[in-house]
């Protein structure tokens, strides 16, 4: 009796309830996927002729590669706040840094291509009379250096915010509000022609990217491939980091932070290093994102995207990592063709959207999924059980793991 | 020239093998209780907004002793507890563990390092997780950001666990959620959270709220056989139970000491009657 009992407790707990609230759930199904549509939509892009019916356009290939950098921001939200159980509202400002990073390298390979013409100045401070380039500008002409400022301005960024906020003990809606705080702060700094960003213009009119010219198709193609490979990379490592006892503690803390740190877990440093780690992925989004959109300005910094990532994991389900990418690409597809009917309906829509998903899924999309397969499973199980216990015509032992099953799904669905 | 030489010899000084840079001493060391006592609370005030929750309170517990807190509601028993793992700061006092620990400039973690365990009044355990990673959480490990990144169970730390389960008889639960659980179950598992992190001393707060006659007895059962190993604060409101386990008793009374003894000696001490059990009676 208590052997089946255990046998069956461990198969649910293995296999059954991963991918739901907990740290687990499978990331290998996910991935292949992922690769495979990659794969399949850039050869019928490069190899297929025009005229083929399964020729995918070139802005059907960029609109993929936003998406994925999309989904890319999402799940760096879910890592903190579905997780860790921190509301950022200000995670669209990582995400403009690692572009605005991406976009002064991009702007320093212009060259003397400019409307002015000058040998290293960009058309911007031509424009404003600068006679030399500011010093934050300078070594950004190296890809490397530029990459690793993607990385280090974000996440330096990070743990200066966080440090602060986590060690003062600030949680839950005060947080959010000084998130929100800082991405606008940073919005009307980035505003201003004497930050040397670009002002309310931004960066843009790029040329090309180590040497690729940014227009032609390969570029592109090659660009939404290293975003989807990128994808599944800060994916398999954000799933690895949840799966480790990192991730259980990271899980405690949302749940419980006194007892966490009754059990000895200094809570404030877990938080700011995860809350880097997110920053920097968040970061990576921003630079795939702006050599494919073209454009990199200020509006990025702007509140509303910010919260508008929040709603894309919460319709996906938060604290599962699928979740939140299912969310953000669902959501922006909806929006891309939402926006082409109807414009002005966009944020009505959004925000119903959210008002739905926090009444009736608050688990998302993935967990009425999820909820469902179990259901499944619990209905093979039980006819299982049935089988099994007719043959051996012991009655109390199939009752006895049936109520245990049922106990296990009701919780987990909870 | 002197000075040079003040310097190499400093430099020497410093160079030496045989010794720890001071900033490289181990933080952590053993709790000395030469003295028998492992818990020092001395003259410790604490106000609220005008309200003394803690009035000159002085205590002594010695190691492996089993003591149980009584007193009325707002004697100041929990409140004494949030000080002593570093959750509230008092106005004033020294709280020391053993005789090298002050426990007030500490921070809970590391309190919780130095071998204090806590359990809440309420149950509170990680709902989202099962019973097996409860337990593995409040291992007695390094709990850096890296260590635990890249943690592994030990076979030792899976026996440690085991072991505990057994104690904590949720052996067969090992793999449900921790919200699945009966409230008794939850308290058992929180007290089980403790044991896995081999503390020095256990403060627990009200262990038998809301269990059956049965699981009070297990309890019981259960904290005497910690005593001595371990040195164990109960607080309760349970008379019975606390009659049951107890061989000193303290009883607070707003903010500070008003008896102490065994609980026959207690239960005839005159204010005790007249400010506690009296009311009850």
């Known amino acids: 009796m208590s052997q089946s009992l255990s046998s069956i407790a461990r198969f649910s707990a293995s296999d059954l309830f991963k991918g739901k609230g907990q740290p687990g759930g499978r990331v290998a199904p996910f991935v292949v996927i992922l690769l495979a549509v990659t794969v399949l939509a850039s050869a019928a892009n490069l190899l297929l002729p025009e005229s083929s019916p399964f020729y995918v356009s070139t802005y059907t290939i960029t609109l993929l590669g936003k998406y994925l950098s999309y989904a890319m921001l999402a799940l760096a939200v879910d890592v903190i706040w579905g997780y860790c159980g921190i509301l950022s509202l200000g995670h669209g400002a990582f995400f403009a840094l690692g572009g605005y990073a991406m976009g002064v390298y991009l702007m320093r390979q212009i060259g003397d291509r400019g409307v002015y013409g000058h040998p290293e100045l960009p058309d911007f401070m031509v424009f404003l009379d600068w006679s030399e380039l500011p010093w934050y500008w300078l070594g950004m002409d190296q890809f490397w250096f530029a990459m690793l400022m993607v990385l280090a301005v974000p996440g330096l960024l990070a743990y200066i915010f966080g440090w602060l906020a986590f060690r003062s003990r600030v949680t839950g809606v005060y947080l959010s509000i000084m998130t929100q705080a800082l991405t606008y702060a940073l919005l009307l700094a980035f505003f201003r022609n004497e930050m040397g960003f670009g002002g309310n213009n931004g960066l843009t009119d790029f040329k090309d990217i180590l040497g690729f010219d940014l227009q032609s198709d390969t570029t592109r193609v090659a660009l939404f491939a290293i975003t989807a490979l990128m994808l599944a990379l800060t994916f398999i490592t954000s799933h690895w980091i949840m799966q480790s006892r990192l991730g259980k503690v990271v899980v405690a803390i949302r749940d419980g932070e006194a007892r966490a740190r009754f059990l000895g877990y200094r809570t404030d440093n877990f938080k700011v290093w995860l809350f880097v780690y997110s920053a920097m992925i968040a970061a990576i989004a921003g630079a795939l994102y702006v050599p494919q959109v073209g454009i990199i300005n200020p509006g990025e910094f702007s509140p509303i995207n910010s919260i508008e990532i929040v709603i894309w994991v919460a319709v996906g389900g938060r604290g599962t990592l699928i979740g939140a990418i299912v969310g953000a690409l669902l959501v922006n597809y909806a929006k891309t063709r939402f926006t082409a009917i109807m414009p002005d309906g966009w944020l009505f829509a959004l925000g119903a959207l959210f008002v739905l998903v926090t009444l009736f899924l608050p688990k998302g999309l993935v967990g009425v999924f999820s909820q469902l397969t179990e259901r499944w499973f619990l209905m093979r199980n039980r006819s299982q059980v049935k089988n099994s216990s007719a043959e051996e015509s012991d009655k109390p032992l199939s009752t006895g793991a049936q109520a245990s099953a049922g106990v296990q799904t009701k919780e987990a669905s909870v | ?281």
């Open chain 2, 1 to 281: 020239m002197s000075a040079l030489e003040n310097l190499t010899a400093e430099g020497k000084e410093m160079l030496r093998r045989d010794q720890v840079w001071p900033f490289l001493m181990p933080k952590q060391q053993a709790v000395d209780v030469s003295h028998q006592v492992i818990l020092y609370v001395e003259g410790l005030n604490l106000s609220f907004d005008g309200f003394k929750a803690l009035n000159d309170l002085n205590l002594y517990i010695n190691d492996g002793e089993l003591r149980c807190l009584i007193g009325a509601n707002g004697a100041g028993k929990t409140t004494l507890m949030d000080v002593i793992t570093g959750k509230t700061q008092c106005d004033s006092g020294t709280v020391y563990f053993g005789q090298n620990h002050n426990l007030l400039e500490r921070s809970e973690p590391e309190i919780a390092e130095l071998g204090i365990g806590r359990k809440f009044q309420k149950p509170t355990v990680f709902e989202a997780h099962t019973v097996f990673d409860n337990l593995e959480l409040s291992l007695k490990t390094n709990k850096g950001v890296m260590p635990t990144l890249l943690a592994r169970l030990t076979p030792t730390q899976l026996d440690r666990i085991d072991q505990v389960l057994e104690i904590i008889g949720l052996k067969e639960q090992r793999f449900l959620l921790a919200g699945a659980l009966s409230h008794g179950q939850k308290q058992w598992l929180e007290i089980g959270m403790l044991l896995v992190s081999e503390p020095r001393l256990l403060l627990i707060d009200e262990p038998v709220a809301g269990m059956t006659a049965q699981e009070t007895e297990r309890t019981a059962e259960l904290l005497t056989s910690l005593a001595g190993e371990h040195t164990v604060i109960v607080v309760e409101h349970d008379m019975e139970f606390v009659r049951s386990i107890a061989r000193t008793v303290t009883v607070l009374h707003q903010g500070s000491v008003l008896a102490e003894g065994t609980m026959d000696q207690v239960q005839n001490n005159k204010d005790v009657i007249e400010v506690y059990l009296g009311e009850e009676a």
